[in-house]
């Protein structure tokens, strides 16, 4: 079932992120993935794949390493069509609680992210 797939990947990119894990996390994005968000001045936050994985692979320790708590959530997963779909997680980076909305595309079989919209607020 496709959901399953779907529920895969987005373990795979709670999984890396928590192990900053780089290769991992390149793993799950599409090679011409994008990630997106606002800065606190308002700018735009674009950043390609081999930035975000880059930066995620480049600290010191991952966050089970450094004793950060693990929270992650699946709020939804929307198919908007054979090859297309939308999923809503939360998942905690520090101190920080992000919401992502992640759009994932079926390329050659593979179901992978190809764009990433976040913010986040301080997490309690």
Known sequence: ????????VIQAY???GYAADGEGMAEVFHDVAHLYSCEEDGSLINWDKDFFVNRVGSSPKGDSEQGYPRYEEI???DFTGENTAVARVKVRVKDTLYTDILSFLRLNGKWGIIAK????????
């Open 1 to 8: 079932m496709e959901i399953n797939e779907i529920k895969k």
């Open 14 to 16: 709670f999984d890396t």
């Open 75 to 77: 709020l939804s997963i």
């Open 117 to 124: 919209v976040f913010t986040g607020v301080a997490a309690d």
